[in-house]
């Protein structure tokens, strides 16, 4: 990209129309259509890092999703004011108006869909799929081994099973029975959440861009055309960011990092001095007035309100560091060549956010009732893929493999379709990764037995 006008497209995924900025935009609609998503709204079941439910509240996938679009439509407005100022002379009318008054509606309807393809148990249930096709790539179906079902790129997204790829997926399908054009999205939402422009098989872990990836072997058609929408492929056949991208990633960065630090505390993890501790170091080196702020923190006496005071300070001066990183790298960004993140090149002045990060992973992901969702989430998932993937792609299957197609829903079920097995191993994922925690914990009891169904 040579100019911030080509960062933009008014169409929509699916069909041809152009997008009008009227008092209720097309880019406005993609926000209201994800709120009203029925995966969306799941979410508010599916795990972020701690248990679900209990008697504190902690964050769900939802209400984790909806902070990030707060932080990523303050993100979008800083940075769309900051480009027209600069390029007011560069630009149309009308792609004036976009940065100006568009942008930050994109980067949080993009942010609302970033997490919409996790499964249930959060991230360990993605690596509980993978785990599960590693562990049963001998299993013997149709006289053959599971692995020989599938080509090289194929069983690469079958282990090593991934939520932003199955993300694009969701919004962007034909499910059977549904209209084509999957949730018709504008062009430029799509690719905002496009945060690993690879297949499954280009993934390198060394590289930011590319320790996972962004789209399944399925999906491809889907991908390159939002792709193709931006020219984004570059001469050496690998394809760069949308730019906006990082403003969504920033946003998705500052929450998890900060807010799961709230968690913890409420939970009694981690104890008010050490938040504060840790919180006020982190001002300091983030240029902020920590003076002030240890002055109105002696005059709250309520423990989780001056966790949240200084959960939103950081949050703020986050958000002011990474727009101005974004500006100060926007060439870069721009044209594809910058190979960070906005939150890496913070921490680059700010070397106290390594040591926040160190803390979580000691204090909160390895606490025991982290690991012990994780753990549900392989046994649950192991037992539902494993009675349902080969349910359909058996030729012949006995009495139990055809009561179990019953139950996927007809979106899904693809058993009597003539597609491939991928195809079919593909569709039963989408039902899996569907399901809340709590839906593949009771489905998983009934299956075993250990919970008796009863008529409603």
Same mark, same amino acid.
């Given at each position: 990209?040579?100019?911030?006008?080509?960062?933009?497209?008014?169409?929509?995924?699916?069909?041809?129309?152009?997008?009008? $900025?009227?008092?209720? *935009?097309?880019?406005?609609?993609?926000?209201?259509?994800?709120?009203?998503?029925?995966?969306?709204?799941?979410?508010?079941?599916?795990?972020? /890092?701690?248990?679900?439910?209990?008697?504190?509240?902690?964050?769900?996938?939802?209400?984790? *999703?909806?902070?990030?679009?707060?932080?990523?439509?303050? #993100? &979008?407005?800083?940075?769309?004011?900051?480009?027209?100022?600069?390029?007011?002379?560069?630009?149309?009318?009308?792609?004036?108006?976009?940065?100006?008054?568009?942008?930050?509606?994109? @980067?949080?309807?993009?942010?609302?869909?970033?997490?919409?393809?996790?499964?249930?148990? &959060? !991230?360990? &249930? %993605?690596?509980? @799929?993978?785990?599960?096709?590693?562990?049963?790539?001998?299993?013997?179906?149709?006289?053959?081994?599971?692995?020989?079902?599938?080509?090289?790129?194929?069983?690469?997204?079958?282990?090593?099973?991934?939520?932003?790829?199955?993300?694009?997926?969701?919004?962007?399908?034909?499910?059977?029975?549904? $209209?084509?054009?999957?949730?018709?999205?504008?062009?430029?939402?799509?690719?905002?959440?496009?945060?690993?422009?690879?297949?499954?098989?280009?993934?390198?872990?060394?590289?930011?861009?590319?320790?996972?990836?962004?789209?399944?072997? *399925?999906?491809?058609?889907?991908?390159?055309?939002?792709?193709?929408?931006?020219?984004?492929?570059?001469?050496?056949?690998?394809?760069?960011?949308?730019?906006? /991208?990082?403003?969504?990633?920033?946003?998705?960065?500052?929450?998890?990092?900060?807010?799961?630090?709230?968690?913890?505390?409420?939970?009694?993890?981690?104890?008010?001095?050490?938040?504060?501790?840790?919180?006020?170091?982190?001002?300091?080196?983030?240029?902020?007035?920590?003076?002030?702020?240890?002055?109105? #923190?002696?005059?709250?006496?309520?423990?989780?309100?001056?966790?949240?005071?200084?959960?939103?300070?950081?949050?703020?001066? $986050?958000?002011?560091?990474?727009? %101005?990183?974004?500006?100060?790298?926007?060439?870069?960004?721009?044209?594809?060549?910058?190979?960070?993140?906005?939150?890496?090149?913070?921490?680059?002045?700010?070397?106290?956010?390594?040591?926040?990060?160190?803390? *979580?992973?000691?204090?909160?992901?390895? !606490?025991?009732?982290?690991?012990?969702?994780?753990?549900?989430?392989?046994?649950?998932?192991?037992?539902?893929?494993?009675?349902?993937?080969?349910?359909?792609?058996?030729?012949?299957?006995?009495?139990?493999?055809?009561?179990?197609? $019953?139950?996927?829903?007809?979106?899904?079920?693809?058993?009597?379709?003539? /597609?491939?097995?991928? %195809?079919?191993?593909?569709?039963?994922?989408?039902? /899996?990764?569907?399901?809340?925690?709590?839906?593949?914990?009771?489905?998983?009891?009934?299956?075993?037995?250990?919970?008796?169904?009863?008529?409603?």
């Amino acid at each position: 990209m040579q100019n911030w006008s080509e960062c933009i497209s008014y169409r929509r995924f699916g069909y041809q129309t152009s997008g009008t $900025l009227g008092f209720r *935009s097309e880019f406005t609609r993609d926000y209201d259509r994800i709120i009203f998503l029925s995966a969306f709204r799941r979410l508010q079941n599916k795990t972020q /890092v701690f248990p679900l439910p209990g008697n504190v509240f902690v964050h769900n996938r939802l209400t984790h *999703s909806l902070e990030v679009a707060s932080v990523g439509r303050s #993100l &979008g407005s800083i940075v769309g004011h900051a480009l027209v100022d600069e390029y007011k002379n560069q630009c149309t009318e009308n792609d004036l108006a976009f940065y100006k008054y568009e942008l930050s509606g994109v @980067i949080s309807s993009a942010c609302l869909a970033h997490d919409v393809g996790n499964p249930a148990f &959060g !991230h360990s &249930g %993605e690596k509980a @799929i993978s785990h599960f096709f590693e562990t049963h790539a001998d299993l013997t179906i149709n006289g053959k081994t599971l692995r020989s079902h599938f080509d090289y790129g194929e069983w690469c997204d079958l282990t090593h099973y991934e939520g932003n790829a199955n993300a694009l997926r969701l919004l962007t399908r034909q499910f059977k029975g549904k $209209l084509d054009g999957g949730q018709r999205l504008m062009m430029v939402t799509l690719a905002s959440i496009l945060k690993y422009p690879c297949a499954s098989f280009d993934v390198e872990n060394k590289k930011a861009h590319f320790k996972k990836y962004g789209y399944f072997q *399925s999906d491809k058609s889907a991908f390159d055309q939002i792709i193709d929408e931006f020219a984004l492929r570059n001469d050496d056949g690998t394809i760069s960011r949308h730019p906006f /991208v990082y403003l969504v990633e920033a946003a998705d960065d500052i929450c998890y990092r900060i807010i799961d630090m709230e968690d913890a505390h409420r939970i009694g993890i981690l104890s008010r001095d050490q938040i504060e501790s840790a919180f006020i170091k982190l001002l300091n080196e983030l240029g902020d007035n920590s003076e002030r702020t240890t002055e109105i #923190l002696a005059k709250i006496g309520d423990d989780n309100e001056a966790v949240s005071f200084l959960r939103a300070k950081i949050i703020n001066a $986050l958000v002011m560091k990474s727009a %101005e990183v974004f500006h100060h790298f926007r060439n870069e960004i721009l044209q594809g060549t910058f190979k960070s993140t906005l939150m890496d090149e913070v921490q680059r002045n700010c070397p106290y956010l390594e040591d926040v990060a160190h803390i *979580s992973v000691k204090k909160i992901y390895n !606490h025991p009732s982290v690991i012990e969702v994780e753990l549900a989430g392989y046994n649950v998932m192991e037992e539902i893929l494993s009675v349902f993937v080969q349910a359909v792609i058996s030729d012949k299957r006995n009495s139990l493999q055809k009561k179990c197609i $019953l139950l996927i829903p007809q979106q899904y079920n693809l058993v009597n379709d003539d /597609v491939s097995p991928y %195809e079919k191993t593909m569709s039963v994922l989408d039902f /899996v990764s569907g399901m809340t925690d709590g839906y593949a914990t009771e489905l998983y009891r009934k299956m075993k037995g250990i919970d008796i169904p009863s008529h409603k």
